[in-house]
């Protein structure tokens, strides 16, 4: 039986967000075949960050990522380029990688031993001459790759999309400014201890939290209480004190700019924090209510061991399952998810309207990008504007419609 | 190494003590167990493959899940405490079991205890997980029994499912 949802996700996705009203339909946060459609419409078009180069220095060092949920391995080769590659045998499908990360000569199938390279060429096949009387074209057989991988200050990125426009298109001067917050730091290497964590809660609820700053004095009041920060003092700091500028990009893009806090979003799924902590939150989607989320710390190779230290310290405290702030993070976002599965209120839409029509839109040309000036920082612009551009992925055809179609924040 | 029946059963029945006053919520209590000088460590584990296994757990001074002294201890304790502690409203059920334990080494007056551990979590209605894994404790002898010098816990988990870890191992 087709839900309402389905077959509003036949017509257009437009009608899903109202930008301007700030409603939101709430199937997209639990709707089966709205989340199959963000598979094939975003995550498999998207530019999606990889891995930072400092975890894969060496020929034969791989680490296995996803993108949306597909299974891939990131290589750096003899050559020492860098391949991605679905990690998938091209005999009957089975994983030919089996660690998060690591170092290998090749890539062996448990199943009938079909031996890929570091470049995912076929190099063995049992009974090529027996079995296969060698009439297999080994050539022919190579691990899948993603069609477009390229790398920003070290931010490895790739695509499944061939018809995909550039990285530096699709990331913008806004999306590039994102990363320079971080990349800024020095020389920068991911410290190991990449935490992997599952939630039942939406990938875009997780993804919209992080420019959520209504949430911050009442969610991790308990954090702020051990602290000992006065929950009158932090929301003085976000509400009386509420001017600020947003960064709005192209394809969803979002960043705030309170002091302290860079939050910034690199659409669908990458987040960046920076000034206060030094990470990158990556969300791999699991399904309408589940997500998986890694969080990678950066520091700079030539900090003193004092620094290091305090980096790690602060992001220690707050991130992640056991971190200070993000223990209480996800429950909430679990409660929505629940709450957005409701059949009851199935045409009930979410209430996106805080700070509506706030601010003055800048072009940009001093900075190099669009700036919502002089609106509230504590505001769900962000989450509008991430989600009116969810939608224009959604609805586009191709990724030719999508650069043809999309909205410019300089003209919202 | 002679060890002897009685300390066995003292480091046994200190270890179900302090597993009761977590379950307790007694986490003012239990943070007294610790010394001065502590530290609480869980490291974060990845899947390696079979021969880089020695490579699976991060290293003193990377990322971690915790990485305590006292004083970083005193504040998680300080935010479970809290009246605003969500997460405590209601407070889970949770069972700690420790199982397994073997005295490693005695050294003075610090004993390394190695046990296997279970953690239970029953949240809100049907909301379970289970927590598994192995620890290693540095006990210190002191007049009235011991104190937790340095604790390290080894989750067998590499992606963690639990919706958050707010909880002592
Ligand atoms: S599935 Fe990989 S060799 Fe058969
Ligand atoms: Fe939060």
Redesign the pocket.
Known sequence: MASAATERASTTFRSSIDHENGLVDRAIFSDQAIYKAELEQIFSRAWLFMCHESQIPNAGDFFQTYMGEEKVIVVRSRDRSVEVMLNA??????T?CRAHSGNTPNFI??????TYDLSGNLIG??GMNELYERKLDRSEWGLKKAAKVSSYRGFIFATLDESAPSLEVFLGNAGRYMIDNLANYGEIEVIPGIIRHRLRANWKLAMENDQDYYHVGITHASALDAWGVARTTVNKNYWDDNVGDLVLGEFGHVQDTIPGHFHANIFPHMCIFTDLLQAVVVRHPKGPAEVEQWYFSFVDKNASEVQKREVIRRNISRLGPTGMIEQDDGENWEFCTEGAASSAMRDVPFNYQMGIGKGEMDDGSAVGFPLLRGGPRTTEEYARWQLRCWAEWMDAESWPALLEKHSNPAVI | MFLNAELCHEVEQFLYMEAALLDEHRYTEWFELFTEDCHYWMPVRQTRLARQEDAEFSQQGEIAFFDEGRAELEKRVRKLESPYAWGQSPAPRTRHMCTNVRIAEVHDDEITVNCNFLFYRCSLEVEEDYFVGRREDVLRKVDQGFRIARRTILLDQTVITAKNMNHFF
Do not use: Q
């Open positions: 045998c091209r005999h009957r499908g089975a030919v199938c448990a199943y009938h031993g079909w096949v049992p």
